[in-house]
């Protein structure tokens, strides 16, 4: 992530919205990259689409493509863009105007500083070359029975270096041969070379043992309801968060599992099979479950419940209307496979998928794990964090403290909340939870504690582990204490002593670094920067908050 100018400091009160538009660039001579201080600023509507040019110094081939408006009540305006180039998608293009009341741009956040612009727009690959190209990738990944789609052409650019390029997508299940696969792959569009590649099936996990169940291809698009009747409140029983209410609907069948007071959730049963729609789950009395895992509705509980919770802390905390901010709720899936020690979520499909773990007797259903997989989309909807290299380790801690939030935020007593992700699942079949955000090297499986400069070269489930920690410390601070029953002692890389300012205010700095100063290239130092203006935005430029953020950071090796 790339800072054009310091963004002054003072609290605001936010809200977001969304939308979308395309802008057109225009060459002009007296186009810069940013506004300068001493420019003359412009009038509160000269924000059409010859000033936001002229602001950012476009191309006249580029377009930008408005996916999301951040407005502050003080009238400050932060737009972020997608780019095009000669009519193909920019990839690491993406960049964030903001705007003073005024309409004045004070600052833009870019994904990468390099002017937009390629040799030739003719490539010397064919689309079927560069499919071949990224099916052998996909290979080589140990992805299992690849199949490429068509490939699109794009100027891939977040290296720094913009390249006509194909993207292409290839699709099948992961080294586990159950996980499914979506994996991106770019490549030269003159050369065939692999320019990059990642894996856009985010899953809690890597690594854990996992079984086939019956079944149609991975990836099917889930069930979706039907035209829901009437609103209803039903009580479930819960493997982890013992009797909850669920929002349910009245049907032919008696009730439905879909949640209409919260975008229309539904939870649908996959029945061991690792694709198809799966089947809504339906009950004649509107009471669901045993709390145990022999009941086929009692991972559903679990699924319906942390969705509504996640939905709530999104709503109520972050004042977000779903993922996408467009009161649409994704659907949960559960009883995928046999045994599968996992859980995913799919941007495509919209969906949040959930193993029954080791046995079939600890399903991944976890309040934690759920808020943790929603999340993922709420990424994906904002700053799209690349999901490879340090802004893939910073995409999963995103999902891990925001998953850790909502456990917090739903106050219930048989999950409390904490700062140990998964600590109910028993994935590694010996009581230890998943992740640990006070000291992450805890988990014996490589996770950082601390940023050196090969972080990113960890597996973004442990790469994370840097953000992990700064949240822990920005929270709570550093040294042993006992919170909530749990005893932790969070260590700084230098030994110095970090006071928390509580995880409220942290969690209120990271959402807004994510939605208004993250970009999809962002790494470990962008987010020290959009965390720092972040937090200068919500309590003032000399705040002891923006201190702590400092501070946090520092403690993880994290330095200006």
């Given at each position: 992530m790339f800072?054009?100018s310091?963004l002054g400091g003072?609290?605001?009160r936010l809200a ?5 538009a ?5 060459l002009?001579?007296t186009a ?9 600023p412009e009038?509160?509507d ?10 950012l ?8 493509v408005?996916?999301d408006?951040v ?5 400050s305006?932060?737009t972020r863009?997608?780019?095009?180039y000669?009519g ?6 993406d960049?964030?105007v ?5 309409g004045?741009?004070?600052?833009v956040?870019?994904?990468v ?6 040799a030739?727009l003719?490539?010397k ?5 560069a ?16 199949a490429?789609e068509?490939?699109?052409q794009?100027v ?9 390029a194909y993207?292409?997508?290839v ?7 159950v996980?499914?696969?979506l994996?991106?792959?770019v490549?030269?569009?003159?050369t065939g070379?692999k320019?990059?590649?990642a ?12 079984r ?9 698009d889930a ?6 009747q009437?609103?209803?409140l ?8 013992g ?6 609907t009245?049907s032919?069948?008696?009730y ?6 919260r ?5 649908v049963d ?11 789950f339906?009950?004649?009395d509107n009471?669901?479950?045993d ?5 086929n ?5 679990d ?11 999104y709503k109520?905390?972050l ?7 467009d009161?649409?709720?994704?659907v949960?899936?559960v009883h995928y496979g ?14 949040i998928t959930?193993?029954?773990?080791a046995?079939d007797q600890h399903?991944?259903?976890?309040l934690d794990?759920?808020?943790?997989e929603f ?13 490879s290299g340090e802004?893939?380790?910073?995409n ?5 403290i ?8 739903a ?6 909340g904490d700062y140990l992700?998964?600590?109910?699942i028993d994935?590694f079949?010996?009581?230890k939870p998943?992740r640990?955000?006070?000291?992450p090297?805890?988990?014996?499986r490589?996770s950082?504690?601390?940023w ?5 070269n960890?597996n973004?489930?442990?790469s994370?582990?840097?953000?992990n920690h700064?949240?822990y ?8 204490k006992d919170i ?10 230098d030994?110095?002593?970090?006071t928390?300012?509580g ?5 209120q700095?990271?959402y807004?670094a ?5 970009t999809s290239?962002?790494?470990?130092h962008g ?11 919500l ?10 953020v400092?501070?946090?950071w520092?403690g993880?090796?994290v330095k200006?």
């Amino acid at each position: 992530m790339f800072s054009l100018s310091p963004l002054g400091g003072r609290a605001r009160r936010l809200a977001l919205t969304s939308g979308a538009a395309v802008l057109t660039g225009t060459l002009l001579a007296t186009a810069a990259a940013t506004a300068s201080a001493g420019a003359a600023p412009e009038p509160r509507d000269d924000t059409s689409v010859a000033a936001t040019a002229r602001a950012l110094g476009l191309g006249a081939q580029e377009k930008l493509v408005v996916k999301d408006v951040v407005r502050d009540a003080d009238g400050s305006v932060h737009t972020r863009y997608e780019r095009t180039y000669a009519g193909l998608p920019v990839l690491g293009g993406d960049l964030v105007v903001h705007r003073a009341p005024n309409g004045t741009v004070k600052d833009v956040t870019k994904a990468v500083r390099a002017a937009i612009r390629v040799a030739s727009l003719t490539p010397k690959q064919t689309p079927a070359a560069a499919r071949s190209a990224a099916v052998r990738a996909a290979k080589a990944a140990k992805t299992t029975a690849p199949a490429g789609e068509t490939p699109r052409q794009v100027v891939w650019a977040a290296d720094g270096t913009p390249v006509l390029a194909y993207e292409t997508l290839v699709t099948g299940t992961q080294d586990d041969g159950v996980t499914p696969s979506l994996l991106r792959v770019v490549t030269d569009a003159d050369t065939g070379r692999k320019l990059y590649e990642a894996q856009l099936i985010d899953g809690i996990t890597d690594g854990v043992t996992a079984r086939a169940g019956t079944g149609a291809k991975a990836g099917a698009d889930a069930a979706r309801p039907g035209s829901p009747q009437a609103g209803a409140l039903g009580t479930g029983s819960s493997q982890y968060s013992g009797t909850v209410t669920l929002g349910t609907t009245t049907s032919s069948k008696g009730y439905e599992l879909v949640d209409g007071g919260r975008g229309g959730a539904s939870t649908v049963d996959l029945q061991h099979r690792t694709g198809g729609k799966g089947v809504l789950f339906t009950d004649a009395d509107n009471t669901w479950g045993d709390g145990t895992p022999a009941h086929n509705q009692t991972a559903a509980v679990d699924a319906a419940y942390g969705a509504a919770e996640t939905w709530d802390f999104y709503k109520d905390v972050l004042h977000r209307n779903g993922i996408k901010n467009d009161g649409r709720a994704p659907v949960s899936r559960v009883h995928y496979g046999n045994a599968y020690q996992n859980a995913f979520w799919d941007d495509r499909s919209f969906t949040i998928t959930y193993g029954d773990g080791a046995n079939d007797q600890h399903p991944l259903t976890q309040l934690d794990v759920a808020g943790h997989e929603f999340s993922h989309g709420v990424t994906s909807a904002t700053a799209n964090l690349q999901y490879s290299g340090e802004s893939g380790g910073l995409n999963e801690a995103t999902s891990d403290i925001f998953g850790t939030a909502v456990e917090w935020n739903a106050n219930n007593a048989q999950d409390p909340g904490d700062y140990l992700l998964g600590e109910k699942i028993d994935i590694f079949g010996n009581g230890k939870p998943l992740r640990y955000q006070d000291q992450p090297s805890k988990d014996g499986r490589g996770s950082a504690d601390y940023w050196s400069a090969g972080v990113g070269n960890l597996n973004v489930h442990y790469s994370s582990g840097v953000a992990n920690h700064f949240f822990y410390l920005l929270s709570e601070g550093s040294g042993a204490k006992d919170i909530n029953g749990v005893h932790y002692d969070s260590p700084t890389v230098d030994g110095s002593t970090v006071t928390g300012i509580g995880r409220d205010k942290a969690v209120q700095i990271w959402y807004r670094a994510l939605t208004t100063y993250f970009t999809s290239t962002t790494d470990y130092h962008g987010a020290r920067e959009g965390t720092l203006k972040a937090a200068a935005d919500l309590y003032g430029a000399g705040s002891a908050e923006v201190g702590a953020v400092a501070a946090a950071w520092a403690g993880v090796n994290v330095k200006a």
